[in-house]
């Protein structure tokens, strides 16, 4: 069974950081692109960051440029986000996606792109 499985998500400051991973069972995920989205409450899912199959390419929300670093260990077929400088709006609930097939530049965060979806890990920045 195809399955992606986030981990690492709980309460942190405002300024704190976070490493949130994204493991795969069932398949390998060097031939997949992977990206974050997160879902804030009563907002629209809305991507993050994502990743080429071989990690030579990288995107990032205008949001987060600067302060989160996506990055892959296909040895150990898993996906990291490293979240800095963490705000209160980074609260939300976050998934990782896998698409075999390569995106254009235009549908890098579009949900419907991805074929795979983990069931999210929860982050909470607050004081």
């Known amino acids: 069974q195809l399955q992606l499985v986030e981990s690492g998500g709980g309460l942190v400051q405002p300024g704190g950081s976070l490493r949130l991973s994204c493991a795969a069972s069932?398949?390998?995920?060097?031939?997949?692109?992977i990206g974050w989205f997160r879902q804030a409450p009563g907002k629209e899912r809305e991507g993050v960051s994502c990743i080429s199959s071989r990690g030579g390419s990288t995107n990032y929300a205008d949001s987060v440029k600067g302060r989160f670093t996506i990055a892959r260990d296909n040895a150990k077929n898993t996906v990291y986000l490293q979240m800095n400088s963490l705000k209160p709006e980074d609260t939300a609930v976050y998934y990782c996606?896998?698409?075999?097939?390569?995106?254009?530049?235009?549908?890098?965060?579009?949900?419907?792109?991805?074929?795979?979806w983990g069931q999210g890990t929860q982050v909470n920045v607050s004081s």
């Open positions: 069932g398949f390998t995920l060097d031939y997949y692109a």
């Open positions: 996606a896998a698409v075999l097939n390569p995106l254009p530049k235009g549908l890098l965060f579009n949900r419907a792109s991805y074929d795979y």
